[in-house]
């Protein structure tokens, strides 16, 4: 089974294109920044991964996506190879994108209106005293 799971951020705009031919498809790329679990002195921080996504989800990221924007992937490892000018062969690596969505707010992500209450540092708003008569479940 072939099936990768990533969470990062974009580093630039998706870049899209439409394939040649009477059904032209959307071919949408981007790099997606996804950070190390583990962080060792003098090593990245972080993994810049090639991503690729085509069709309707490549219309939905030139809409939607933006640098910076934290999304969720998920696809299938795909190994790419060819001989350059000075007859080496060159690998890379990119994954091919079969589903695609957002990993925060737009609050969160600080494109949005900011919101009234405080934020612990796990990420969750606590909640004011005195509102549990309007909450919908107790």
Do not use: H, W
Not at 61 to 78: D, M, N
């Amino acid at each position: 089974m072939n099936k990768i799971i990533l969470i990062g951020r974009l580093t630039r705009d998706p870049e899209i294109r439409y394939s040649q031919g009477t059904n032209a498809t959307a071919v949408g790329r981007y790099t997606l920044a996804v950070d190390r679990r583990f962080k060792r002195e003098g090593q990245p921080e972080a993994d810049f991964i090639s991503c690729t996504v085509f069709g309707k989800g490549a219309e939905f990221a030139e809409k939607y996506f933006r640098q910076g924007t934290k999304i969720a992937v998920t696809g299938s490892l795909q190994q790419d190879n060819y001989t350059n000018k000075n007859g080496e062969k060159v690998y890379s690596f990119q994954v091919i994108i079969d589903e695609q969505e957002f990993a925060e707010s737009k609050s969160a992500s600080g494109a949005g209106t900011s919101l009234s209450g405080t934020v612990d540092a796990g990420g969750f708003m606590n909640i004011p005293d005195g509102i549990e008569a309007e909450l919908p479940f107790t």
